[in-house]
C-alpha cells in the first residue's frame, strides 16, 4: 500500500487512514495536557518526512503538530457537514452602474478556503466575486478574467508588455475603470510600468493586492477589493494607482500615484506608503466617498483615445551603493551589453570615487547611468559634494526625487519603447511624464506614519 496520504507518509499516514480521517475533517488532537482543534490540511513537501500534522486553527492561522506516542487523534466532525455550499447565491448585477474588469496576475487578494483540499485557491467568477464581496454589486458591474498566475517576484518586463495590452484593450471596449490583483511584493514596480506604457488614458487602472490571505480573520482582501472597485469606477483621475488600507484598521483606504509608492512593511496591512509627495485619495467604500487630496496629473475622460506604448528593455540593472562597491560589477554590466543601469546611492547621489572610471566608460559606450538615492525621502543634488560632481562629469543622469525603482521601470521603458540615443534618454529621464518626479518638496513629505 502507498504510504503517501494526503501529502503525509509512514506513521502518520497510518494513523489518519485507521481514523478514516480525510483533509477537511475538523480534529481534536491530544498530547498529554495539550489539547488542539482544526480542520486538517494537507501535508507540505517543506516538512519532509517528519511526524507532523498541520491543522488549521479556528484563527486562521496552521500550525504543526508532532505525533509522538502520547498523541490522541479524534474526529470532531466530517468535512461533508461543515463544507459550505460551493454554488453561489446568485445576485443580480445592475447593467445601469459603472463596469469594472478585473484582471487578476496571481497573488492572494482573490481567492478563498476550499475544503475539498484544504487549500486556498483562486475565486474569480463573477458570482463567487459577488458572493465573497456583495457590495461590489452596488458599485458597479463587474467582469473578471484571470491574465496570468505568477508570484509578483516572477514578474518580468515581458509580463507588464501583456498586462499593459490586456488593460489597453479593455480600454477600447469601453469599460469605465480596470482594477488588477496583484501580489504585494512587486506591486508598485508594475503600477509604475503601467503609468508609463499607457497614454492617455481615459480611465483609472487600479493595483489592488491583500498582505493576508481569505482564510485568515485579520484579511484585508474584502476591503481593499470595495475600495479598488469603488476607486475604478468613479474617481475622477485616469491614472495607474495602488489601493490599499491607510491605516491597520477598516476605517479608509489610500490610493496611491503608482510612480511614487513603496511597500514599507512586511506584513503590516497599510504597508503601502506614498514617498516624495502625498496620496492622491482617501478612500472610504463604506460611505462610498472618494477624498481627492493631491493634484490630479491625468483626468477621467472616456472620449479620450489610449495610446499603447509598451516595450520594455530586460537589459537594464539597478544596483545598490554600499561600502566595498566592486568595480567589476559596472564593467560587468557594460561587458554584457546592458542597455542602461540605474544606481542607488548613498544620500545626494553618491557611489564610491573609486567607480568613477567605469561609470564614464559605461557613458562613453553610450549606457545610460542614473543617479538615485537609497534615502528615498528628499532628491539626489550632485552638485553639493566632489563625488557629486565627479559623476556628473563622467555622464550619470540625476534621477531628482525618483524612487530607485520607478527610475528603473522608466528607464527600461523609455529604452525599449522611445529610444536609446543618449541624448534623447537623457532628456527624456529627467522631463516629468506621469508624476514620477515632484518639482518641490516640503517638509510635509518627511517620512512618518501618523496613524501608529
Same mark, same amino acid.
Given at each position: ?19 478514516? /480521517?480525510?483533509?477537511?475533517?475538523? %480534529?481534536? &488532537? *491530544?498530547? @498529554? ?6 480542520? $486538517?490540511? #494537507? +501535508? ?22 508532532? /505525533?509522538?506516542?502520547?498523541?490522541? %487523534?479524534? &474526529? *470532531?466532525? @466530517? ?6 455550499? $460551493?454554488? #453561489? +447565491? ?22 478563498? /478556503? ?19 464581496? #456583495? ?318
Amino acid at each position: 500500500m502507498d504510504s503517501d496520504y494526503f501529502g503525509y507518509k509512514g506513521r502518520v499516514a497510518e494513523i489518519l487512514r485507521k481514523k478514516n /480521517v480525510s483533509v477537511g475533517d475538523r %480534529i481534536v &488532537i *491530544k498530547k @498529554k495536557e495539550k489539547v488542539f482543534e482544526g480542520v $486538517l490540511m #494537507p +501535508r507540505e513537501k517543506l516538512y519532509g518526512d517528519k511526524p507532523i500534522i498541520v491543522i488549521k486553527l479556528n484563527n486562521g492561522y496552521n500550525i504543526g503538530v508532532r /505525533v509522538d506516542e502520547y498523541t490522541e %487523534i479524534f &474526529i *470532531k466532525q @466530517k468535512r461533508s457537514t461543515i463544507t459550505p455550499s $460551493l454554488k #453561489p +447565491r446568485v445576485r443580480t448585477q445592475n447593467l445601469d452602474l459603472p463596469k469594472v474588469t478585473l484582471l487578476s496576475t496571481g497573488g492572494t487578494i482573490v481567492s478563498k /478556503v476550499d475544503y475539498e483540499t484544504g487549500a486556498v485557491r483562486p475565486a474569480l467568477s463573477v458570482e463567487e466575486l459577488i458572493e465573497f464581496i #456583495p457590495e461590489i454589486s452596488d458599485i458597479a458591474v463587474l467582469d473578471a478574467r484571470e491574465i496570468l498566475n505568477v508570484f509578483s517576484e516572477d514578474i518580468t518586463p515581458r509580463d507588464w508588455e501583456k498586462i499593459a495590452r490586456e488593460i489597453y484593450e479593455e480600454m477600447l471596449e469601453g469599460v469605465d475603470g480596470i482594477v488588477v490583483a496583484h501580489g504585494t511584493d512587486m506591486m508598485a514596480y508594475t503600477a509604475a510600468a503601467m503609468a508609463f506604457a499607457i497614454r492617455n488614458k481615459p480611465v483609472p487602472i487600479v493595483f489592488v493586492g491583500a498582505q493576508r490571505s481569505s482564510d485568515r480573520p485579520s484579511s484585508d482582501s474584502a476591503f481593499n477589493l470595495l475600495s479598488a472597485f469603488l476607486t475604478a469606477s468613479r474617481a475622477p483621475f485616469a491614472e495607474s494607482v495602488v489601493v490599499m488600507h491607510g491605516e491597520t484598521g477598516d476605517t479608509y483606504a489610500l490610493a496611491h500615484r503608482g510612480v511614487k509608492v513603496r511597500k514599507m512593511h512586511t506584513s503590516r496591512r497599510d504597508a503601502f506608503q506614498t514617498i516624495n509627495d502625498k496620496p492622491l485619495a482617501v478612500i472610504d467604500p463604506y460611505e462610498k466617498k472618494i477624498k481627492i487630496v493631491n493634484k490630479i496629473i491625468e483626468e477621467r475622460n472616456k472620449q479620450k483615445e489610449p495610446v499603447l506604448e509598451n516595450k520594455f528593455d530586460e537589459k537594464v540593472a539597478l544596483i545598490k551603493a554600499y561600502p566595498g562597491f566592486q568595480i567589476d560589477i559596472i564593467h560587468y554590466l557594460v561587458d554584457k551589453k546592458y542597455h542602461g543601469i540605474v544606481i542607488e546611492g548613498s544620500g545626494l547621489g553618491h557611489i564610491t570615487n573609486r567607480v568613477v572610471d567605469a561609470i564614464k566608460r559605461a557613458v562613453e559606450e553610450e549606457i545610460p547611468v542614473v543617479m538615485t538615492s537609497q534615502c528615498l525621502f528628499g532628491r539626489v543634488d550632485m552638485y553639493v559634494y566632489s563625488t557629486g560632481r565627479r559623476l556628473i562629469e563622467a555622464g550619470v543622469i540625476p534621477g531628482n526625487d525618483m524612487l530607485p525603482e520607478t527610475a528603473y521601470v522608466k528607464l527600461s521603458w523609455i529604452l525599449g519603447s522611445k529610444t536609446r540615443n543618449l541624448d534623447e534618454v537623457r532628456a527624456l529621464m529627467t522631463t516629468n511624464t506621469a508624476g514620477e518626479m515632484n518639482p518641490r518638496l516640503t517638509i510635509d513629505l518627511y517620512p512618518r506614519w501618523p496613524h501608529i
